[in-house]
């Protein structure tokens, strides 16, 4: 299996804009409280789409919201 | 635990609790099952259809009452990316199951046994379709 896995700072985003909620991120990027919340736990990578959602809801690029770790074990479930 | 993932729960129990008790029934003492068109046994089969839609009825609307409008969000891509997924794994079973029935069976068997053959792969495809989809918010959950 290939190595690799993607991280990701949104739990500390939220906190720093304002403790915004998971089901606030969710509702301003058409996807539902149990995704973010998912995302945040790195048991589902979001699309492409979603993830530049995300990271223009906190204005900032998306490698501050992602990183890819080449030498991480891979997620069990996306 | 999600509304979908409650659908899918409830999905699971009315199968069980109709489908299990007919396919034990036919299993156990299929010889009373005389060949086509002896029509009897549809009877038996459309009184377990009914209280598969009476569970489901009643479970839909115990839900739908019990979870606010904001508990029931619209499909988001995770949700579509579980469907798909189940969906297909309901598909190779759904299959399998079809060639197993329509290509093999005619040379071994005869009548109701083909025709229960056909539903129990359906029906096991659609708990399998069902299941996947309960896993795999379980495991996205956990």
Not at chain 1, 44 to 57: C, G, K, M, N, T
Not at chain 2, 8 to 29: H, N, Q
Not at chain 2, 34 to 48: D, I, K, Q, T, Y
Not at chain 2, 112 to 128: C, D, L, M, R
């Amino acid at each position: 299996m290939m190595q690799g896995s993607i991280s990701n700072r949104i739990r500390t985003l939220r906190f720093m804009n304002g403790e915004m909620s998971q089901a606030e991120l969710g509702q301003r990027i058409g996807l539902t409280r149990q995704t973010i919340a998912a995302i945040e736990a790195g048991k589902y990578s979001p699309s492409l789409e979603a993830a530049f959602r995300i990271a223009q809801v906190f204005n900032v690029p998306l490698g501050e919201v992602f990183q890819w770790d080449a030498t991480a074990a891979p997620l069990k479930a996306s | 635990m999600s509304y979908r993932e409650k659908i899918a729960w409830l999905s699971l129990i009315a199968m069980a609790v109709a489908y299990g008790p007919y396919f034990m029934f036919v299993a156990r003492d299929p010889a009373p099952w005389e060949p086509l068109p002896h029509l009897h046994p549809l009877g038996l089969f459309a009184l377990v259809s009914i209280v598969r839609m009476l569970i489901l009825g009643a479970g839909y609307l115990y839900l739908r009452l019990g979870s606010p409008r904001e508990e029931r969000p619209p499909l988001d891509e995770r949700d579509r990316a579980i469907e798909h997924r189940s969906i297909s794994a309901a598909y190779y079973v759904l299959i399998a199951g079809m060639i197993l029935v329509g290509c093999f069976m005619p040379f071994s068997s005869t009548g109701w046994t083909i025709v229960n053959a056909a539903i129990f792969w359906i029906v096991a495809a659609e708990v399998v379709h069902y299941g996947v989809v309960v896993a795999s918010y379980r495991v996205q959950a956990s």
